[in-house]
């Protein structure tokens, strides 16, 4: 089975009224992971890299570990996807490795950096300029795109912005309109990292209601949304890590955000803190051990079970063989003339 378009993966999660997870991957053991989990559950799923993981693992060496998921799970849709691509080129060059999807993110300018050591939020016609642009440059070749419209706070690799602002929805019809984005990622109160909230989550959940109404076409994206659930974070503290006051979005809310119209779901620290507790308990428990694959290994395993939780929770399981993925070339056409 070829790559799928994450637009058809994020419609038919929309028609079915589920959610999809996008999992962020930086190495072997997490995609090796991630599919595990996938196959296991049969499940869709989109696998994302940062301008930061593709630096990290030098391009070609994350092209070859998903396509050697591709290649290993045929029957599963799969959507390769840049995450937080932050100008034209690096688009550009995530759509030459094969990626089936690329985010653009407007919302901040990731060229630009102010005092405090931050990237400025961008003005919505500089974000409709940045993201039509890339918007026009990949669906010639069939490849999705998803846009951002608010900034998210907190901090993941370089995403970082002075300003926090909650999606307007009143801008979220032009803007969908006249970039012709397939997703867009919104602020709702979520923030990166594992540090989202001071005492108790809030979320503007009404908002997803109100752009779902308005752009009922567009799938709507949640960021940083992983659950930071406190027994992951007591796993690491207990074994030497030091993450006081950790906190996340419950699950619950998060299906609740799917209920009202959310069908991609980017999860990343959730994967970071049950890698780390599952190796800081080996190191805790047998410091005589010096193999890799020993640590490596049962961090694998921890990560394929939570990945798999959360294909359940989300509602992704069991979709995975209702339908075939189209081409690119199929959705060049569905992109020169749009179905009316
Ligand atoms: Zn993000």
Same mark, same amino acid.
């Given at each position: 089975?070829?790559?799928?378009?994450? /637009?058809?993966?994020?419609?038919?999660?929309?028609?079915?009224?589920?959610?999809? %997870?996008?999992?962020?991957?930086?190495?072997?053991?997490?995609?090796? &992971?991630?599919?595990? &989990?996938?196959?296991?559950? &049969?499940?869709?799923?989109?696998?994302?890299?940062?301008?930061?993981?593709?630096?990290?693992?030098?391009? *070609?060496?994350?092209?070859?570990?998903?396509?050697?998921?591709?290649?290993?799970?045929?029957?599963?849709?799969?959507?390769?996807?840049?995450?937080?691509? #932050?100008?034209?080129?690096?688009? =550009?060059?995530?759509?030459?490795? %094969?990626?089936?999807?690329?985010?653009?993110?407007?919302?901040?300018?990731?060229?630009? *950096?102010?005092?405090? $050591?931050?990237?400025?939020? /961008?003005?919505?016609?500089?974000?409709?300029?940045?993201? =039509?642009?890339?918007?026009?440059?990949?669906?010639?070749?069939?490849?999705?795109?998803? %846009?951002?419209?608010?900034?998210?706070?907190?901090? +993941? +690799?370089?995403?970082?912005?002075?300003?926090?602002?909650?999606?307007?929805?009143?801008?979220?019809?032009?803007?969908?309109?006249? *970039?012709?984005?397939?997703?867009?990622?919104?602020?709702?109160?979520?923030?990166?990292?594992?540090?989202?909230?001071?005492?108790?989550?809030?979320?503007?959940?009404?908002?997803?209601?109100?752009? /779902?109404?308005?752009?009922?076409?567009?799938?709507?994206?949640?960021?940083?949304?992983?659950? !930071?659930? =406190?027994?992951? !974070?007591?796993?690491?503290?207990?074994?030497?890590?030091?993450?006081?006051?950790?906190? $996340?979005? #419950?699950?619950?809310?998060?299906?609740?955000?799917?209920?009202?119209?959310?069908?991609?779901?980017?999860?990343?620290?959730?994967?970071?803190?049950? !890698?780390?507790?599952?190796?800081?308990?080996?190191?805790?428990?047998?410091?005589?051990?010096?193999? #890799?694959?020993?640590?490596?290994?049962?961090?694998?395993?921890?990560?394929?079970?939570?990945?798999?939780?959360?294909?359940?929770?989300? %509602? *992704?399981?069991?979709?995975?063989?209702?339908?075939?993925?189209?081409?690119? +070339?199929?959705?060049?056409?569905?992109?020169?003339? #749009?179905?009316?």
């Amino acid at each position: 089975m070829p790559l799928c378009p994450m /637009r058809q993966i994020v419609d038919e999660a929309r028609a079915a009224g589920y959610g999809v %997870g996008a999992y962020n991957v930086n190495n072997m053991e997490q995609i090796q &992971a991630i599919m595990q &989990a996938a196959r296991e559950t &049969a499940s869709p799923l989109i696998i994302q890299a940062s301008r930061g993981a593709l630096q990290y693992t030098n391009f *070609t060496y994350l092209k070859h570990l998903m396509m050697a998921a591709v290649e290993d799970n045929p029957g599963l849709p799969i959507a390769l996807h840049l995450d937080h691509g #932050p100008n034209l080129d690096l688009c =550009k060059k995530a759509i030459e490795l %094969g990626f089936t999807s690329v985010m653009i993110d407007g919302s901040i300018d990731y060229d630009e *950096t102010t005092e405090s $050591g931050k990237h400025p939020a /961008r003005s919505f016609e500089d974000n409709i300029r940045v993201t =039509k642009e890339v918007v026009d440059y990949a669906h010639e070749r069939g490849v999705s795109v998803e %846009g951002e419209l608010g900034t998210l706070g907190g901090i +993941e +690799e370089d995403t970082a912005t002075d300003k926090v602002l909650l999606t307007d929805p009143d801008e979220v019809e032009a803007f969908c309109q006249k *970039t012709g984005v397939d997703a867009l990622a919104l602020a709702i109160g979520t923030s990166h990292g594992a540090y989202k909230f001071k005492t108790k989550p809030v979320l503007a959940l009404d908002l997803i209601s109100e752009c /779902r109404q308005r752009v009922p076409e567009v799938a709507l994206v949640m960021h940083g949304s992983s659950s !930071v659930p =406190k027994d992951l !974070v007591d796993e690491v503290n207990k074994y030497g890590g030091r993450m006081p006051g950790a906190m $996340g979005v #419950p699950i619950a809310s998060i299906q609740e955000a799917i209920t009202r119209g959310i069908q991609k779901i980017n999860v990343d620290t959730d994967g970071r803190l049950v !890698v780390t507790g599952a190796v800081r308990k080996v190191f805790a428990e047998k410091p005589e051990v010096f193999d #890799p694959r020993k640590y490596l290994g049962p961090a694998r395993e921890a990560l394929a079970t939570l990945i798999a939780s959360k294909m359940k929770d989300f %509602g *992704t399981a069991g979709h995975a063989g209702d339908y075939e993925p189209k081409s690119l +070339e199929e959705m060049k056409d569905f992109y020169a003339a #749009p179905p009316a």
